[in-house]
Each structure stands twice: as C-alpha cells, then as structure tokens.
C-alpha cells in the first residue's frame, strides 16, 4: 500500500524556519518524483516544489525560490522541505504527494501529474 506521511509543521513567526517531511513506503522510492503543494484556506492547492529522486532534478515555484530546498534522502525513504524566511502568505495545509507521470518543467506543478497523496501538515506563519 502506498503511503505518504507528512510531518513537521507548526506556528513560527515571519522569518523563522520549519522544515517538513515526507515518509514514504510502498513503493520503489528511487524511481519516483515527489511534490510538495499547499494550500491556504480558500484558495486552490498551488506546487510548492517538486524532486525527481531518480535523478535529483528540483523545481519551486516562483513565490518559494531562494527561501525553500527540497531534497531527498533515499536511505529514508522520506523528501524534505526547508522552509527558511517565511512569510505569512506562506500560511496553508502543505501536502506531499507522489508523480504518477514523467515531471517536467511543464507539468511538475499541475495536480493531475500526481497519484497519491498525504493528509496534510498545518504550517501557520505569523505577523
């Protein structure tokens, strides 16, 4: 059974820094892409960052460059985003979830390109 389980958020004030993981199991890890999204309360769930652990290749949005990393440890099994000067707007349920499809560029951001999800970690970030 695929799983993906969520860990690390919290309360931090603006600028401060949380780090997130994402245990995984169930399947073969290496040969798969994992991203992390978010979503804030009445708004759609937008691609945070994206890892392809078969190669290391990364993606972010545009709204986290610079001030967020993922990165993968493969003996774990588990993705991790470093979340570093936060913002407020960076308030939302962030969820990591696994690629279904080859990720490009194009697509690592687009819900669609995902197949299983986990149930969220609240990040609350304030002012």
């Known amino acids: 059974e695929v799983q993906l389980v969520e860990s690390g958020g919290g309360l931090v004030q603006a600028g401060g820094s949380l780090r997130l993981s994402c245990a995984a199991s169930?399947?073969?890890?290496?040969?798969?892409?994992i991203g992390w999204f978010r979503q804030a309360p009445g708004k759609e769930r937008e691609g945070v960052s994206c890892?392809?652990?078969?190669?290391?290749?990364?993606y972010y949005s545009d709204s986290v460059k610079g001030r967020f990393t993922i990165s993968s440890d493969n003996a774990k099994d588990t993705v991790y985003l470093q979340m570093n000067s936060l913002k407020p707007e960076d308030t939302g349920v962030y969820f990591c979830?696994?690629?279904?499809?080859?990720?490009?560029?194009?697509?690592?951001?687009?819900?669609?390109?995902?197949?299983?999800w986990g149930q969220g970690t609240q990040v609350t970030v304030s002012s």
């Open positions: 169930g399947f073969s890890f290496d040969d798969y892409a």
């Open positions: 890892i392809r652990n078969y190669d290391g290749t990364t």
């Open positions: 979830a696994r690629g279904r499809l080859p990720l490009y560029s194009n697509n690592w951001s687009k819900r669609l390109a995902y197949d299983y």
